[in-house]
């Protein structure tokens, strides 16, 4: 029985050997042959910019190619290596591994990438169509001869190699006392070659950005994992054909019912659609004819005054509670806390999701469909998106990240929804060689010294250009994420948590306050080197949190109930007063109706939510709105459809301040009948919601 058991373990060792390097051959040839035959004229390679892509390549070759290589081998313990079974199972997987090598290739030569969600048109539009078209464009024969000759060649190569390490397993280890410590260290190795790294977060696709050149970037993945990453991305792409999904849901009997909730009176999508934008320019005519004319774009800035600079911060893990308990003993602002000073905080805010990446995509797309641009709709330009409408009113758009770019697949979303840069970890990395990663990303304060030298440096280039472009730039901080740790040689002043009076409970409260107060600190110290331009009209700062801590509790008590979805929305205008709405709830659908108005810029966008500077609102239905269904007013919250589960009222909310107390309706403090109060109110909130995911919804399937 043992002699079987090592016999067996040496041929199977010696198969996963033998594929295992073939595959990671053949892969590192196959990128070297993209890299010199589809690469564009101009673009000027050197070693040192295609190492890193040759060596993260490999990386994803030995991550795959375990996986394939045990895949091949599992089968020889239970048949002879000389078994007809195995060499047509062998050779079968290779035909496999070709097939999708061949097409992987011919996909990258037509769309400069390699697989991506987009290749499923194959099965999604007029498949026999796209098969005749593939049939006369491509030279099937001479890629069928290919594989075939590079099977025969593969086969005789992998009998050869395995055979002779077989036999020299089987010498060494028969009667070896260190065989069962060999077998370990082997299964050992396998693992962290299908892991990709020794410690940290496994080897993903967020991980594929290596430089600033996305030609480089695409030749990382090897065949077999852009085919699984698009797999992955189709699989979580939202069903669009049913357009009135949520709307019935919701408790509407068509998108027309729940728009006449609102008081919009119509009977057509184009009419529903003119009123969800502001000077009603937005058709489905139109949608395909926008065009990026730069020039022409230029000529929508207001001749009044200049048009100024939008700086935007969406700050990792961001809670509003924080800030209610900051104090010269308990100072978890730093910084900010000084430039809040002449901020506009709107303090009673919600966010619209509860996770990074849904909330990006509800702020940036006004979606509460998520994940939205992971699958094909990533390739689908929104001409509502944030980055678009000011690209469109002629903004230069920027999207800052202190983590990589290839997460969440923004690299190939965001240039498509109107950023004209994207800028990442490796830009940082590359520029600033006292920066290093971490686990999410490199530290905040090397994010925010990239982006104060690209704003000099922009604003350097704008003195000497006969155009003046203005700038957005849009920034993702990473630092204030689990597992909360401070860059080294940062050291954290002392919190004395008994000024905390929130929950106590998690292990992680203390270090994620060190995080919180190092990340708002670097935020308070750009904001205060940037407040010349600000007071001088030039720039308009905003800054807000994704969503709150986890760590900071469950906010099950009515007294905190509020708090949970609660994060700051931060405004840095030179206003001489900041309204009557900074208490009033409200939420990230907000911001940038908000935003849009302080920029001396004409311009169309989604009327998203309202403008939070607007005097004439009268505060009597300010809604917290969240895409997650739930929603708040001054005295309650509740989920959507469900008024009797409201739960709070507003002398218990701990960011009402006194003053704003007297804004406060005087209510029966029966929970039924205070909820019976808003049933209106829930109306409404339900209809934005249907409106918000029909748009989305109606506006994609038109452009299939």
């Known amino acids: 029985m043992i002699k079987w058991i090592n016999q067996s373990l040496c041929i199977f060792f010696a198969s996963v050997i033998t594929n295992l390097s073939l595959f990671v051959v053949l892969a590192f040839f196959t990128r070297l042959v993209m890299l010199f035959w589809l690469k564009d004229e101009d673009l000027i390679v050197d070693f040192s910019s295609v190492l890193p892509v040759f060596i993260m390549g490999l990386r994803f070759d030995l991550k795959i190619g375990v996986i394939f290589a045990l895949l091949v081998a599992l089968p020889l313990f239970y048949f002879t290596p000389t078994n007809r079974f195995i060499r047509i199972w062998q050779s079968t997987l290779w035909v496999v591994v070709l097939i999708v090598l061949v097409a992987n290739y011919g996909y990258f030569s037509f769309y400069g990438s390699p697989f991506n969600a987009l290749v499923f048109g194959l099965f999604d539009d007029d498949t026999f169509a796209i098969i005749q078209t593939l049939i006369s464009d491509f030279p099937i024969i001479k890629m069928t001869i290919f594989i075939v000759l590079a099977v025969i060649f593969l086969m005789k190569i992998n009998v050869l190699i395995s055979s002779k390490l077989t036999q020299i397993f089987l010498n060494r280890l028969k009667k070896s006392i260190f065989a069962p410590i060999a077998y370990l260290c082997f299964f050992l190795c396998l693992g962290v070659m299908a892991k990709g790294t020794l410690a940290g977060v496994a080897l993903q696709r967020q991980h594929m950005v290596v430089t600033n050149n996305s030609f480089l970037n695409n030749l990382v993945p090897n065949y077999l994992s852009s085919l699984y990453y698009a797999l992955a991305a189709k699989k979580n792409e939202p069903k669009m054909s049913d357009t009135e999904v949520l709307v019935r849901q919701l408790g509407f009997s068509s998108v027309f019912e729940a728009a006449d909730a609102l008081g919009f ?82 303090d009673n805010f919600d966010a619209i999701q509860n996770g990074t990446f849904p909330s990006l995509e509800g702020i940036l797309y006004h979606s509460p469909i998520t994940p939205l641009t992971q699958g094909k709709y990533a390739y689908n330009t929104m001409p509502w998106s944030v980055a678009m409408r000011l690209k469109e009113a002629g903004y230069h758009t920027v999207f800052f990240t202190a983590g990589r770019a290839s997460w969440r697949n923004l690299d190939q979303s965001l240039p498509n929804q109107g950023f004209d840069e994207v800028i990442d970890a490796g830009f940082i990395l590359q520029n600033y060689p006292e920066s290093y990663m971490d686990m999410w990303g490199v530290p905040d304060e090397f994010l925010f010294a990239a982006i104060t030298d690209y704003r000099k440096n922009y604003q350097i280039a704008q003195k000497a250009a006969v155009e003046k472009v203005p700038l957005f730039i849009f920034v993702l901080t990473i630092t204030n994420h689990p597992p909360y740790t401070l860059p080294l040689n940062e050291e954290s002043p002392h919190l004395d948590l008994t000024y905390w009076l929130g929950d106590k409970s998690s292990p992680l409260l203390e270090n994620n306050l060190k995080t ?39 906010y099950t008590g009515l007294n905190r109930a509020s708090l949970a979805h609660k994060v700051p929305f931060l405004v840095w205008a030179n206003k001489e007063n900041c309204g009557h709405q900074l208490h009033l709830p409200a939420s990230h659908r907000d911001m940038f109706p908000t935003l849009f ?105 038109q452009k299939e």
């Not at 009419?271 to 065009?291: A, D, G, P, V």
């Not at 670097?522 to 994704?546: C, P, S, Y």
């Not at 939070?612 to 709105?625: C, E, I, M, P, S």
Request: contains cysteine; proline residues 2%.
């Open 265 to 346: 009176k119509v009977t057509t999508e184009e009419e529903l659609l003119n009123l969800l934008y502001t000077k009603s320019e937005f058709s489905s005519e139109q949608y395909e004819h926008l065009k990026m004319d730069r020039q022409k774009s230029n000529n929508v800035l207001s001749s009044k005054h200049a048009p100024k600079d939008l700086l935007f911060f969406l700050m990792e893990s961001m809670g509003q509670e924080p800030f209610i308990y900051q104090n010269d003993a308990f100072d978890v602002l730093g910084e900010l806390n000084r430039a809040k000073a002449f901020a506009c905080h709107f």
């Open 516 to 554: 919180f107060r190092y990340s708002a600190n670097q935020l308070g110290k750009f904001v205060l080197n940037a407040k010349e331009d600000i007071m001088a009209n030039r720039l308009v700062i905003a800054a807000t949190g994704d969503h709150n801590a986890r760590t900071f509790g469950l």
């Open 597 to 701: 108005e302080l920029l001396n810029v004409e311009m169309s966008y989604l009327k998203s939510g309202r403008n939070l500077f607007d005097d004439r609102f009268d505060g009597q239905n300010a809604l917290a709105l969240q895409f997650t269904g739930d929603v708040r007013n001054f005295q309650n919250q509740w989920s959507l459809l469900n008024t009797s589960s409201c739960e709070l009222d507003c002398k218990n909310d701990p960011l009402i301040s006194i003053e704003s107390h007297s804004n406060c309706p005087q209510i029966n403090h029966n929970e039924t009948k205070i909820c019976q109060q808003f049933i209106q109110q829930d109306l409404e909130a339900r209809a934005h919601l249907a409106l918000a995911d029909w748009h989305i919804r109606y506006q994609l399937t």
